[in-house]
Structures are given as C-alpha cells and as structure tokens.
C-alpha cells in the first residue's frame, strides 16, 4: 500500500481494506519516514511498514513475512515504535483469557515477538498448519481480527514485550 494517493490516503485505504472478511495483510511501502505516517498507518491495520530506499533484500524479506501472516517493520522505524510504546504502556497487565489453552498461550507469546508461522513451527515442533490451527483458534476465542491485534493482545497481557 502506498501513502499517498490521488482520491484517498494510505491509511484509509488500508483501513477499508482491513474491515473486509477475507482481506489480505497490507504491508506499507512509502519514502516517508514520518511517525504520525507510520501511526496511521498501523492504527489502520497494517501489518507491516516499509521504507523504499531499503535493499531489495530487506523488500522481499518484508512481503514475505507479511504475505505469511507476520508482521514486519523497516530497522529505522522499529527503534522508536518501541521507544513509544515503552513511553505510553501502562504497567498494569491484564489477565490471559482462560479459554486459551497451554499451547495457544505459547503460540500466542512467539505471534508477540514477532515471529513468522515457520518460525514458531521450527521452534514448537509442529507443522505450520498446526500453528496456523492454534492461530485461527486465538482469533476467534478472543474476538481478534487479525495477526497484529493478536500481538497487541500478547503486549497487554504481558505475554510478549518490547524487550523480547
């Protein structure tokens, strides 16, 4: 998704597109390397933010881990997301719910740090449909709609953190 459009921003875009059942993971590929761009942006859904003048290896890298199911951001903006939300997170913690079980507890702790689907399967021991299972079970037990409220969801609840 690109930032800036003729009849519609980004972010908006993005946010239309989120609301669909079915719609793909939107990654952001923009020059500008701008916090409230970036903000929009993931406010509106997206699961990854990506500069252009990044090398093509870091390009593919990000649309990949994107089109997985993961979420990426480009190594100069991620330090200060995390410097943000180190300022703005509140220290009280929420509960887990208590419908997830061990093994969605831990899928859902590796989802927060980030990881792809094959990673966690690599680091479980279990196939990547399997962790593809325990994800959709999370999604619906929680009422999730996606990857990246999946990962606030494991932020809030202390399952993942900034500091990995």
């Not at 952001?28 to 699961?47: I, P, Y």
């Not at 927060?112 to 037990?141: D, P």
């Amino acid at each position: 998704m690109d930032v800036r459009m003729k009849r519609m921003d980004g972010a908006e875009a993005t946010r239309r597109l989120r609301v669909r059942s079915g719609s793909p993971p939107v990654l952001v590929l923009t020059t500008f390397d701008e916090d409230e761009v970036l903000s929009a942006a993931l406010r509106a859904g997206a699961s990854g933010f990506q500069l252009k003048d990044a090398p093509g290896a870091e390009l593919l890298k990000a649309v990949r881990t994107v089109a997985e199911g993961g979420s990426y951001l480009d190594l100069a903006v991620t330090h200060r997301v995390l410097s943000a939300f180190r300022t703005h997170t509140s220290p009280a913690l929420r509960s887990p719910d208590p419908a997830l079980t061990p093994r969605e507890l831990e899928v859902l702790r590796l989802v927060g740090r980030g990881l792809a689907n094959s990673e966690i399967a690599s680091q479980l021991y279990i196939s990547e449909v399997t962790v593809k299972a325990h994800l959709g079970h999370i999604l619906t037990k929680l009422g999730l709609r996606d990857r990246a409220a999946a990962i606030v969801y494991a932020f809030d609840t202390g399952l993942a953190s900034p500091a990995g």
